[in-house]
């Protein structure tokens, strides 16, 4: 089994362009534009460290209409974990003083992964952020469960829809394990996205910590429901809208971004393919995205995405 950490990078610097057409724009183009642009940026600053530069071919893989470096030059494997690209640590941290910022972090979990396994996802993708970022503590820590959305012909219908989504139980064990995060000082806030009025009141019921925030992605609906807006300034919670989509890297694009097409960053092997690469199935776990915000000056810092997949290596 081999787990595959993708990253892209601080994506403020010089980020992709990002074109948004009406009506085909997709929540998480940014990521897998990002993600792209990250990838082409490491085998060319990698290829060009090599003693004969982009010329060397016996590092160079032919892909149809090109050639690219071989994974093994731009991306870096330690032990059992693949990064996608290889990571520079040493450049990693903020410019100016930890009590300068206000750091949220949004955690997908991904319907392909197993929900046992979260307390696991937690740890890794935190800690990936705080040492991308250099420093200790979060200041907002929103997680999206599998299978909640916030969909409907007026925000009353998707209310009602909502309150029979997801998996209470679980949803319940994975924040007990935020809580004690929060209780130890890493995290100073939590959230939660997509929890409609009832949702949200039976969660309120089971769990310690209560969410500081819930984000409502109202982009297929027409506007908060007044009851959900009622329960949340009762009980303290701001609430807010977004636009991020509940399964952010489904099975289908993980593939084509790491695979042998046009598009691909040529990590994994074709399926009829006997060449290099891994091969077998690989399944998404979860997405994490971190925003560093300069409050003085109203600026964000630094922004990023890392997500993490488990390949099924075949012989």
């Known amino acids: 089994m081999t787990r595959i950490i993708l990253s892209t990078g601080n994506i403020i610097l010089g980020g992709p362009s990002i074109i948004r057409k009406p009506g085909t724009y997709r929540s998480n183009l940014e990521f ?10 490491a085998q060319q600053d990698y290829a060009a460290a090599l003693p004969n530069g982009n010329g060397d071919t016996s590092h160079a893989r032919q892909n149809g209409h090109k050639s690219r470096p071989a994974p093994e030059i731009w991306t870096e494997r330690v032990d059992s974990t693949l990064y996608v690209p290889r990571i520079d640590w040493a450049s990693a941290g903020l410019q100016e003083d930890r009590a300068q910022y206000e750091i949220t972090v ?95 009141r039976r969660f309120l019921d089971k769990v310690k910590i209560r969410p500081a925030v819930d984000q409502i992605n109202i982009k297929n609906c027409c506007n908060v429901p007044p009851p959900l807006t009622k329960l949340a300034k009762e009980k303290g919670i701001e609430l807010l809208t977004h636009n991020d989509c509940t399964d952010v890297l489904p099975s289908g694009t993980l593939r084509e971004l790491l695979g042998q097409g046009s598009q691909g960053a040529g990590v994994l092997a074709d399926g009829e393919s006997s060449g290099s690469g891994i091969k077998g199935d690989i399944t998404p776990e979860w997405v994490v995205k971190y925003t560093a915000f300069v409050k003085n000056r109203g600026v964000i810092e630094n922004k990023g995405y890392f997500a993490s997949a488990q390949a099924a290596d075949e012989a």
């Open 32 to 41: 897998t534009n990002s993600l792209r642009s990250n990838f082409s940026a």
């Open 106 to 200: 949004k955690l997908f979990f991904l319907p392909t992964a197993p929900a046992e396994k979260r307390v696991d996802y937690i740890r890794e993708a935190l800690q990936l952020v705080m040492k991308e970022l250099g420093v200790s503590d979060i200041d907002l820590v929103i997680v999206s469960f599998p299978g909640i959305s916030f969909e409907g012909d007026c925000e009353y219908e998707a209310d009602r829809k909502n309150a029979t989504m997801g998996d209470d139980d679980e949803e319940v064990t994975t924040w007990g394990v935020l809580e004690k995060l929060y209780e130890q000082g890493q995290i100073s806030q939590l959230g939660i996205a997509e929890f409609g009025t009832e949702k949200l």
